[in-house]
């Protein structure tokens, strides 16, 4: 049993933040990082939202996972190491480990996350729950840290799941696949977790349910510069838009300002005005097809390797390695 965790945080994540929002309030149209959804509040909606009726996306990754991790882990030649970026609790990645005890493969598990309290929890019930398995976690914003991951002995998974990678604009998830490319050695595979195309209506109701959680989610973020950066945003002031760009094949998720208002942050001495009806985009989520990834995997120097989807294809985890 060896556990060994590395943090890689930087040394004012404060000023990181106050950067980003400086910048995404200053933008044409105004726009926030995602990643500032997830305080406790909003990692608890989140949460929430996964196990909402109209929410698939969550639900049909995991029946993938549960249903054909086997066939994963035998495609991608039954490595000895499995790297999860943003792996929080693991709580779908067991199937994964378990498939590779049953291969007779399971060595390293590398959990990659931003919370270290996640990480350290994590890492003490797997090595309980498979007896000889080495952890080494790296707590660490991963977009920012990929070369820190560790080499592996006998192949490595590198899985990336929940269709964060939607979330990239095409040039930095360009940069991002390109990174993952350059640390892959050629017996490396990396299984990536994709939204499909779908229709409007469903993709819509996906992200602004009729209970209101995915708006509260939403709207959770300006709760987050209030408190982090002694903002006076009011939330009741602003209303959720979830709209399907079928041009970009990717939802936009929007706050709608109510009415014309003038926003402080007093910790970053900024003052934002907002006309009656402006948009502050807050999220993309692109959605794929085999054609289009296969593409975008192309362009980084990857090729599929496997393809795996839901019983209702709504979801799909591709297995590329390196071209």
């Given at each position: 049993?060896?556990?060994?965790?590395?943090?890689?945080?930087?040394?004012?994540?404060?000023?990181?933040?106050?950067?980003?929002?400086?910048?995404?309030?200053?933008?044409?149209?105004?726009?926030?990082?995602?990643?500032?959804?997830?305080?406790?509040?909003?990692?608890?909606?989140?949460?929430?939202?996964?196990?909402?009726?109209?929410?698939?996306?969550?639900?049909?990754?995991?029946?993938?996972?549960?249903?054909?991790?086997?066939?994963?882990?035998t495609?991608?030649?039954?490595?000895?190491?499995?790297?999860?970026?943003?792996?929080?609790?693991?709580a779908?990645?067991?199937?994964?480990?378990?498939a590779?005890?049953?291969?007779?493969?399971?060595?390293?598990?590398?959990?990659?996350?931003?919370?270290?309290?996640?990480?350290?929890?994590?890492?003490?019930?797997?090595?309980?729950?498979?007896?000889?398995?080495?952890?080494?976690?790296?707590?660490?914003?991963?977009?920012?840290?990929?070369?820190?991951?560790?080499?592996?002995?006998?192949?490595r998974?590198?899985?990336?799941?929940?269709?964060?990678?939607?979330?990239?604009?095409?040039?930095?998830?360009?940069?991002?696949?390109?990174?993952?490319?350059?640390?892959?050695k050629?017996?490396?595979?990396?299984?990536?977790?994709?939204?499909?195309?779908?229709?409007?209506?469903?993709?819509?109701?996906?992200?602004?349910?009729?209970?209101?959680?995915?708006?509260?989610?939403?709207?959770?973020?300006?709760?987050?510069?209030?408190?982090?950066?002694?903002?006076?945003?009011?939330?009741?002031?602003?209303?959720?838009?979830?709209?399907?760009?079928?041009?970009?094949?990717?939802?936009?998720?929007?706050?709608?300002?109510l009415?014309?208002?003038?926003?402080?942050?007093?910790?970053?001495?900024?003052?934002?005005?907002?006309?009656?009806?402006?948009?502050?985009?807050?999220?993309?989520?692109?959605?794929?097809?085999?054609?289009?990834?296969?593409?975008?995997?192309?362009?980084?120097?990857?090729?599929?390797?496997?393809?795996?989807?839901?019983?209702d294809?709504?979801?799909?985890?591709?297995?590329?390695?390196?071209?």
């Amino acid at each position: 049993m060896t556990i060994a965790i590395e943090v890689h945080l930087d040394a004012d994540t404060a000023a990181k933040m106050a950067s980003d929002v400086r910048a995404g309030l200053s933008a044409q149209p105004k726009e926030l990082a995602p990643k500032y959804f997830y305080d406790e509040r909003g990692s608890q909606l989140f949460e929430q939202i996964t196990e909402l009726e109209e929410y698939y996306p969550t639900r049909a990754e995991r029946s993938i996972l549960a249903e054909r991790s086997g066939e994963i882990i035998t495609a991608a030649g039954s490595p000895r190491s499995l790297v999860e970026l943003g792996s929080g609790s693991a709580a779908k990645t067991r199937h994964l480990l378990d498939a590779m005890r049953e291969a007779g493969c399971l060595h390293t598990y590398v959990p990659v996350d931003i919370s270290e309290e996640i990480t350290h929890e994590t890492a003490a019930l797997l090595v309980e729950e498979y007896p000889g398995l080495a952890v080494r976690g790296l707590v660490c914003d991963f977009e920012q840290h990929l070369e820190r991951i560790p080499d592996g002995d006998g192949g490595r998974l590198v899985a990336f799941l929940g269709g964060t990678i939607g979330n990239l604009y095409p040039r930095p998830r360009h940069e991002f696949l390109v990174r993952l490319r350059q640390l892959m050695k050629p017996e490396d595979r990396l299984l990536l977790g994709t939204d499909l195309v779908k229709g409007r209506g469903r993709l819509e109701a996906a992200y602004d349910d009729a209970g209101g959680v995915t708006a509260e989610f939403n709207k959770n973020v300006l709760a987050v510069l209030n408190r982090e950066l002694g903002g006076d945003f009011d939330l009741d002031a602003f209303e959720h838009v979830a709209r399907y760009d079928e041009v970009e094949a990717r939802m936009d998720i929007r706050l709608r300002s109510l009415e014309g208002q003038t926003v402080q942050l007093d910790d970053i001495d900024l003052s934002i005005e907002f006309a009656v009806g402006e948009e502050m985009r807050t999220e993309i989520s692109t959605k794929f097809t085999y054609e289009k990834l296969a593409s975008v995997y192309e362009q980084a120097g990857l090729a599929i390797d496997g393809w795996f989807t839901d019983a209702d294809c709504d979801y799909a985890l591709s297995l590329a390695r390196p071209a």
